[in-house]
């Protein structure tokens, strides 16, 4: 089975891109404006890929940001990504979320992606 992402790199059907990667609008948004950034090259963890590759999505994340700045004026950002089954990847090509956070889009926001699970320790902040 082909991988979805590298059907999107065929398409050409970016919001933004450079050399070794792009960003598409996510097709199941947690939030409006929500971003998939993705590797060009084909491969599933984050710890594989080249420090080029990583500057690269770094570039693209803030290119996006700005973006979506004049766009949508977020209040806030959660930058995210699942690596393996376990921590909830279930398309094993590489992806980063970069998702705008809006007041009011939960009750209470704190804690961020650490409400991801229980913490094994109490946290205060």
């Known amino acids: 089975?082909?991988?979805?992402?590298?059907?999107?790199?065929?398409?050409k059907n970016y919001i933004a891109e450079n050399e070794l990667?792009?960003?598409?609008?996510?097709?199941?948004p947690v939030n409006k404006g929500h971003v998939l950034i993705i590797p060009k090259r084909h491969f599933a963890?984050?710890?594989?890929?080249s420090q080029d590759e990583i500057?690269?999505?770094n570039e693209l994340i803030n290119e996006v940001k700005k973006r979506l700045d004049g766009e949508l004026r977020p209040d806030g950002?959660?930058?995210g990504i699942n690596v393996?089954?376990?921590?909830g990847q279930t398309i094993f090509h590489l992806h980063i979320h970069l998702i705008p956070r809006y007041y009011g889009?939960?009750?209470?926001?704190?804690?961020?992606?650490?409400?991801?699970?229980?913490?094994l320790v109490e946290y205060d902040g």
């Open 21 to 28: 990667a792009f960003a598409i609008y996510d097709h199941y």
């Open 1 to 11: 089975m082909l991988c979805i992402f590298c059907e999107f790199l065929n398409s």
């Open 105 to 119: 889009d939960v009750d209470n926001p704190r804690g961020g992606i650490r409400k991801l699970k229980k913490p």
């Open 84 to 87: 393996g089954e376990a921590a």
């Open 77 to 79: 950002y959660n930058i």
């Open 55 to 57: 500057i690269a999505f």
């Open 45 to 49: 963890s984050f710890f594989d890929a």
